[in-house]
């Protein structure tokens, strides 16, 4: 059986010690680094797009991951969530159901949002292509 003089084993345990200060100090600065990239992400998103067509056609994406809006003619409401690739989820979207003669209620069948270039392309849930809302 090997034994440690005093000295040798306080050498070592400081040293395991100071590794692992090293690796936790690593992973609090990676996962501050991914934060930064999340919250700069979700600068780009959060805020109002709408639509002139039909007028007052919008969603706001709130920081909080909840998105209200309205299709011209109906209220709606819900959250969303970063995806791979600029794609938006919305999720739990509900609208009012009030009867507006002539409003295309479109945007009532969002179910994601991709943005490129300050343009978010509404799809449905099939995918097809509803719209796109502006800044």
């Known amino acids: 059986?090997?034994?440690?003089?005093p000295t040798a084993h306080g050498a070592a345990t400081t040293a395991i010690r100071s590794g692992?200060?090293?690796?936790?100090?690593l992973a609090a600065l990676s996962l501050s680094g991914c934060s930064t990239y999340a919250e700069d992400a979700a600068a780009v998103v959060t805020g109002t797009w709408s639509s002139d067509q039909p007028p007052g056609?919008?969603?706001t994406l709130g920081p909080d991951g909840k998105v209200t809006g309205s299709d011209g003619c109906n209220s709606l409401?819900?959250?969303w969530s970063a995806g791979q690739k600029g794609v938006i989820t919305l999720a739990e979207l509900s609208a009012t159901e009030m009867f507006c003669e002539g409003v295309d209620t479109w945007l009532t069948g969002a179910a994601t949002?991709?943005?490129a270039?300050?343009?978010a392309t509404v799809a449905d849930q099939a995918g097809t292509e509803l719209g796109t809302l502006h800044r």
């Not at 059986?1 to 003089?5: I, S």
């Not at 692992?20 to 100090?25: E, H, Q």
Request: glycine residues 14%.
């Open 1 to 5: 059986m090997t034994t440690l003089h």
């Open 20 to 25: 692992f200060a090293a690796l936790g100090l």
């Open 57 to 59: 056609a919008e969603l």
């Open 77 to 79: 409401s819900g959250t």
């Open 113 to 115: 949002l991709t943005i």
């Open 117 to 119: 270039d300050g343009v």
